[in-house]
């Protein structure tokens, strides 16, 4: 299904958009300088082309960014030199040019607004001979893991001998189309190219074939797109805040979903943390109360497979160490029947008072004795009977719950308790998947439910989920390690494959619904 919509789109665009001198496979970007074609000399696919010089006249000012950097000549049989004369761009060589040979001069953002700054890439064609190579190959660029388009990477093709460029152009609306080809077989790749450079980079978005390379014998488009993936930028931490009595909130560089912690210390002895996927963020908590004015964090993190131990540092603001003990509900205020409410208390946890704990059913004001509390580290866990139903008003009384560091302050909430009828039940077959996966269940564009899924031959059966349209993406967990993996170009390896589905699945109260979702939808 997803290379029928690809060819579609870019029949579509190249229908529309098809525009002589351009590289882009789209219009150029209305803010950038735009060459007056009809009045540069020699005229773009020009033949029998026995000169030196390239006179092209822009619609606006503009100023050169790097023009030895940024222009090619492929073959690159010549070095071309750029002069600038008001709104006229004048380019030369003095190299003797092969005969009978089509050339291509590459301004990749040579050109440039003086106010904006949005630059142009244009492809200059002639050839020394009677005739131009004609051929021209055209491919869609996505981003790997959303299967969005995606513009303003370069697209080059090289020589898989020499690695020489032998082609390039840039994405437009995920559409790169690259003109004037020899026939022959060419390494390929995408790329953000942030340096100009013209190279795939280490800390560069890429992208490639399955097999990295290209045979180009007739015009053609590729209805296969390239899947682009951006690196894992080097993940560093910084203590953001400190919350009392015992814990501090970590900032990530990047996503913390894929490279996170492995343990933690606090001044020297081992602590607990936890993460929030949805903020971005890792809380440390440590075993003991805060008696310096500095405290180190030492954290264990991994990035790209790498363990990295870093020591942070954290200096107390005034009476920073004397706050309140707080409690926070981590659950949400509708509780589906069975589920269990999650308190964090932000330090170890020691134990309660009965006593100063208070669950009532607002209705009829009746108190509920029967319920269940667990600690783990510095949660507090409480279960009640799946028969209470309605407003259930909790109120922890000051001192309700000890730690190490002093008794928590008082804290009320009411939740709603729902029966079994107020939700739906979801039967998901997932047969056409053979190896493990994560499932998403999204709400909109947030991700309500992530399950790791080792064998997916088993209908899974979702239940207790609350009413509303979702969607659905499925990351083909090539290694079972329950995250989504780039690719690697070194290796020529893919990102694993990741399977959206769109179209929305209604889940109703006290209803059962069964779906299926097949990967060859989305091959």
Known sequence: MAGKYYVILLLALLSSCAQVGSITGGPEDEFAP????ELMEPQNATTNYTGNTFVIPFDEYFQLNNPAQTIRMVPPHATVIAEMKRKTLYLSWEDTLEANTTYAI????????????????????????????????TVGVVDAFTGEPISDLTVALFDPESNRLKSLARSDRGVAKLNYLTPGNYTIRAFEDKNL?????????????????????????????????????????????????????????????????KNAKVNEKEASFLSDEKKGTYYVVSPDTMGENITEVEITHITDSTDVIDTLSYRFRNK???????????????????????????????????????????????????YDILLNDHQL?????????????????????????????????????????????????????TSPIVLEMLKGSSIDKKMIIEDPTQVLKLELLKPGSYTF??????????????????????????????????????WEVEITLNPSENE
């Open 197 to 261: 450079d013209l190279e795939p980079q280490d800390d560069e978005r890429v992208g490639f074939t399955e097999s990295g390379t290209i045979t180009v014998d007739t015009n053609y488009f590729d209805s296969i797109p390239i899947r682009t993936y951006a690196p894992f930028p080097n993940q560093r931490y910084k203590v953001k805040s400190f919350i009392p009595p015992a814990t501090f909130e970590l900032e990530a560089t990047a996503d913390i979903r894929y490279y996170g912690l």
């Open 106 to 137: 590459y301004l990749n953002g040579t050109v440039k607004d003086l106010n904006q700054g949005n630059d142009t890439t244009l492809q200059l064609v002639f050839s020394t001979g009677a005739v131009l190579d004609t051929t021209s190959y």
């Open 34 to 37: 735009k060459p007056m074609e």
């Open 320 to 370: 920073e160490r004397e706050g309140p003990i707080v409690m926070k509900s981590l659950h949400e205020t509708v509780i589906a029947p069975g589920d269990t409410l999650k308190y964090e208390l932000y330090g170890q946890v020691s134990g309660w008072q009965d006593t100063l704990i208070e669950l009532m059913q607002t209705e009829d004001s009746m108190i509920i004795t029967s």
């Open 381 to 433: 866990f409480l279960k009640m009977d799946e028969s209470v139903k309605g407003k259930v008003q909790l109120t922890f009384k000051k001192g309700a719950i000890q730690t190490p560091f002093g008794n928590s302050k008082a804290f009320k909430e009411t939740v709603s308790m729902n029966s079994e009828d107020d939700y739906g039940v979801l039967n998901i077959n997932l047969s056409g998947y």
């Open 473 to 510: 993406r499925v990351i083909r967990d090539d290694n079972g390690n329950g995250l989504w993996d780039i690719g690697n170009l070194e290796t020529l390896t893919q990102p694993e494959r990741v399977d959206s589905y769109s179209k929305e699945v209604k889940v109703r109260a006290n």
